[in-house]
């Protein structure tokens, strides 16, 4: 099964700072989706990245996928309150069919005001 | 509304009682799988379905069952609940693998 790593594990920031998360693995991704997870509730796809230098926005959220598709990142600019949570790297590996879906352990968020 | 749904909510129960957990999706998903999430062990896949009548193990399948009968509907069963198997647990579906997963709201079990 491929490994994902994630960091930081925890990240304590206040309002208006800007962050940046990472997911990496030692083999190559095909595909890496990320999701963010709020307390008491199940994560939710925020977007998935394909090619290998890929860059795509979502409002204040950056995401980069490395040119030999083995590393993303994620970079959340002026952050607010609601960026609160826990973000979540996944990627379709093994199986007897490479039909499972690996996810990193996370990095917790928290966004102060 | 498209959604997973997932029953109970909470749970508590004792070591040795059977017990299933529901999941159902509404959106004609081919793909379903079930995860655990630990502290410090982020989400683990325990079984998955590529379609009705096929399903396949993910990363710690060991004291779980699962079913896939009807194409919306992916029960996880543990015939012999232990306290290691206390867990928050998701279900999710999608139309595959590297498509977008949709989570149900988990399961949060714990075995006494």
Redesign the interface.
């Given at each position: 099964?491929q490994l994902l790593e994630q960091s930081p594990q925890f990240l304590s920031i206040q309002e208006g700072e800007n962050l940046t998360v990472y997911c990496n693995s030692s083999s190559v991704f095909?595909?890496l989706?990320w999701?963010r997870q709020e307390p008491?509730?199940?994560?939710?796809?925020l977007v998935?990245v394909v090619t290998g230098g890929e860059v795509k926005k979502l409002k204040r959220l950056t995401f980069q996928f490395g040119d030999a598709r083995k590393d993303s990142s994620l970079h959340i600019t002026a952050a607010q309150p609601g960026d609160t949570g826990l973000y979540?790297c996944?990627t379709?590996a093994?199986?007897?069919?490479?039909?499972?879906?690996?996810?990193?352990?996370?990095t917790q968020l928290t966004v102060n005001p | 509304e498209a959604q997973v749904t997932q029953n109970p909510r909470y749970l508590i129960t004792v070591t040795g009682k059977k017990l299933t957990v529901t999941c159902s999706q509404n959106m004609n998903h081919e793909y379903m799988s079930w995860y655990r999430q630990d502290p410090g062990l982020g989400l683990r896949q325990i079984y998955y379905s590529m379609n009705v009548e096929v399903t396949d193990k993910g990363d710690v399948p060991e004291g779980y069952k699962v079913s896939r009968k009807e194409k919306r509907n992916f029960p996880l069963i543990l015939e012999s609940p232990s306290p290691n198997q206390t867990s928050l647990y998701f279900c999710a579906s999608s139309w595959g693998l590297a498509n977008e997963q949709f989570f149900g709201p988990g399961t949060r079990l714990t075995v006494l």
């Open positions: 099964t095909s595909s989706q999701y008491g509730e199940g994560p939710v796809l998935t979540l996944a379709p093994g199986g007897t069919s490479g039909s499972r879906l690996t996810f990193g352990e996370g | -």
